[in-house]
């Protein structure tokens, strides 16, 4: 492995640094092919994130491994953890030991604040020196017993309109389980609403909930997420959306939804990842869409 070279220069805390930040806006953009702009013109940035970075002399950002705060629901117990993002090299200047080095760096400043840490990757085998290990994650099926309610008034959420109505709905949210959930400022779930990742996204005035929902195949209706103060029932959330499907599939467990689910293992490239004591209540498992 080569030394690191000293024609670059580290960085951590900026946030509020405009100019690194757009640069370490276009490493994320240029690596994982995510369009951040919608993040900056509906002022959306996280202003909580903490990037560990390195800038090459021309102020390009060239690798970076980002932590942020969230709120954790974790089997009934309420805590906080950070979640690791954005971690990336250029190609140009991989093999250096940037990744090593600024993953250790993050990683020493979370464990001297709070004792978890969690992400999301397409490379496991990469975190497992750092001490995360992989959680098996769940589908949960819903067999719909109730009729839905009578039909009360929704509409779609469209940006950029509803976007200080999101905003709000996600910095007032409640958790979406008792038994796993994040909630953090937001901006994940944000980015892939404004990027059009959910099927449809709909807001129900009545109960102040925004509802994340994708059409599957064979008919199945998948709850992704409820943004909202207050979690309606199953029955409200169907007779709002006008649809009566056979069975109901949530992203995440729904105990907060008074159901039952019958659970299967979800098998997918990208596998969630922790560092720190992992309650086994919270088994078996699922993120919304936007979690983390």
Request: glycine fraction near 8%; proline fraction near 8%; include cysteine.
């Amino acid at each position: 492995m080569k030394a690191i070279s000293s024609g670059l220069r580290f960085c951590s805390h900026y946030a509020a640094d405009k100019a690194r930040r757009e640069a370490l806006n276009k490493l994320i953009e240029e690596t994982f092919d995510i369009d951040l702009t919608p993040l900056v013109e509906l002022d959306f940035e996280d202003p909580n994130v903490v990037p560990f970075s390195y800038f090459d002399e021309d102020g390009r950002c060239v690798a970076n491994a980002s932590v942020y705060p969230v709120r954790t629901m974790l089997g009934g117990v309420t805590g906080n953890a950070f979640a690791m993002q954005s971690v990336a090299t250029r190609p140009e200047w991989r093999l250096n030991g940037l990744f090593r080095d600024l993953v250790t760096r993050a990683l020493e400043w979370c464990d001297a604040r709070r004792p978890l840490v969690m992400l999301k990757t397409d490379t496991p085998a990469l975190y497992v020196r750092f001490g995360f290990g992989t959680r098996p994650r769940a589908r949960f099926f819903v067999k719909t017993k109730d009729a839905p309610v009578e039909r009360v008034a929704v509409r779609d959420i469209e940006m950029p309109r509803d976007a200080e109505l999101l905003k709000r709905l996600l910095r007032e949210r409640t958790p979406v389980s008792n038994r796993i959930s994040l909630t953090d400022y937001g901006t994940v779930f944000f980015l892939e609403a404004v990027s059009g990742k959910f099927s449809s996204l709909h807001y129900v005035p009545d109960h102040d909930v925004a509802i994340a929902v994708s059409e599957l195949p064979g008919g199945t209706l998948r709850i992704d997420n409820a943004i909202g103060r207050t979690i309606p029932p199953l029955p409200v959330l169907l007779g709002a959306l006008g649809t009566a499907p056979d069975v109901v599939e949530f992203a995440f467990p729904p105990d907060l939804f008074g159901v039952d689910a019958e659970t299967q293992p979800l098998v997918q490239t990208s596998a969630f990842m922790m560092r720190g004591a992992f309650p086994g209540t919270c088994e078996p498992f699922g993120l919304p869409l936007g979690g983390i």
